[in-house]
Structure formats: C-alpha cells, structure tokens
C-alpha cells in the first residue's frame, strides 16, 4: 500500500533544516552525518524536503502504531541524494486524529544496502 494522501504530504521546515540536517543538535547531528554522506546540505534543506516526499511518494507504506494523536506509518525504500549515493531509509508519518494529511515524523537509516 502506498502512505495515504501522499500527494499532499506535509513537511514542516524546522523537521529537516533544525533537525535532521542539524550538526549542533544533540539526537539529529547523527542523522545529519548520514545526509550529508548522501550530499545533502543544511544550506540546501529544501532538496532534502522535497526528496522525502517523492520518497513517500514513490514506496510501500506500512501500518505503524497509532497512539493518541493518530495513526503512524513507515515508508521503507532507497534514497539517492545529490551526490548521486544512495543508502536504505525509513520514513515515519502521522495522520493526525480529525485530519487526513499525512505529516511527517522523522526519518532515519534502513538496513545497509
């Protein structure tokens, strides 16, 4: 199954520019290392959004845990960066309870490839 409503998926700035591609902050500096491995830049944190997005996009989703807030899922596939290397990536995703946009969580390495 594809993640629902993936077309309109919703990425918030600070998720990829004041964490993911963070070399300051305390959990994402390790997240950071393994983009910017893939070319990725904090200068250029848009091309990040955008590709985890076609990730979304274009990979399996599967049914997470819901919680409180909504019911999660994780996208797994490959991700070629700009550099043109390409490594395993989960995606993780919200649909909040009352909303039906799919939003994002987090994202991390997969299995080695």
């Known amino acids: 199954m594809r993640l629902p409503r993936a077309e309109v998926a919703l990425i918030e700035t600070a998720k ?7 070399p300051e902050h305390p959990t994402g500096r390790f997240k950071a290392a393994f983009f910017v491995r893939l070319g990725y830049s904090l200068q250029r944190w848009e091309l990040l959004a955008a590709d985890l997005t076609r990730h979304a996009q ?33 995606t993780v995703w919200i649909i909040l309870r009352g909303d039906d ?9 997969g299995r080695r490839i």
């Open 101 to 109: 946009l799919p939003r994002f969580v987090t994202a991390f390495p």
């Open 58 to 90: 274009a990979n399996d989703a599967s049914v997470g845990e819901a919680n409180d807030f909504g019911q999660k899922f994780e996208v797994r596939g490959n991700l070629t960066g700009p550099d043109g290397k390409s490594a395993s990536l989960v």
């Open 16 to 22: 990829v520019r004041d964490y993911l591609l963070a």
